[in-house]
């Protein structure tokens, strides 16, 4: 299946809106501890937002967010249509849509929350698990189209590359990231979800798939255990010519910190809410060192971390 490239076009047709739809059932604005408002991320974080918005909703039972799930251009589409509250995105509003919001007499806000890392995921009947940056390039520009054409590999068969959707946060980072303009020509399928591209990838030893890593880093879910099994996470390497296994970084948090892994990427949360509700006491939320310890857990390195006590015994008293 080949992608068609095109950019989200936003007609006037998106109009002025008002405060009434963020109002309950009973006509009064929702806050911090009570309400409820719809969310909008990109598919690639489920498990993440499932998490923080799970965990908030557990302190507040009088609240509740609705999450919609879809590529990211649709769910930025999503918060310029004033239908989500707050979004949670790779990247921040361009100058072209904050002025669609200003257009609206409404305003944004943005709070970055984490660093996060594309993982790149192959079969464990695949031998071949370590890959570079100019590879990737490589594979991308169509340069590379057979696993053998890789530095000591050991696989053969073309290559086909497994992403979740066309306009979702996966593809659009890797092909800013690698200047791409053109993937008419490259063997790429959509599967509709990270999960399914798990599914594929687990199937067909010559397909690489792109995910979140939040999908198998979280150490502590029977789920992410499940998804893990069957497939490798590839090291990826930032130069041609590594001297070593030690510069194959994997995109977990001790590869995040400092950001050696080279595909890491940052995680927003974007609000145009005008007011205290709801959607900013999640945010205080995130931004706190409790939500920080759910980033952490996730598998993510939290922009607020979550503080260590260390308590030293040293036998001797002072």
Known sequence: MKFRLAGLLFAASLGVFNLMGCKSSNGELDNPR?????????ESFKPLVNALTNAYEGIYPNTHFQIDYKPEQEAIRQLLQDSARI?????????????????????QKFQHIATDGLALVVSKSNTDSLITMPEIKGILEGKITDWSQLKGGNQKGLITLVFDNANASNLNFILKKFEIKDIQRLRIISSGSNEKVIDDVRANPLHLGFIGVNWISDGHSLASEELSKGIFVMGVAKNANPDSL??????????????????????YIISREGYSGLGGGLMTYIARDVGGLIIQKMGLLPTV???RELEITTGKNF
Do not use: V
């Open 305 to 307: 971390p979550y503080p």
């Open 246 to 267: 030690s510069e194959y970084i994997q995109p977990f948090q001790g590869g995040l910190e400092f950001k050696r892994y080279p595909l890491f990427r940052d995680l």
């Open 87 to 107: 979004i949670f995105a790779t990247r921040q509003l361009n100058q072209k849509e904050q002025d669609i919001i200003k257009q609206q007499k409404g305003t």
């Open 34 to 42: 009570q309400g409820s408002i719809t969310i909008a991320s990109d």
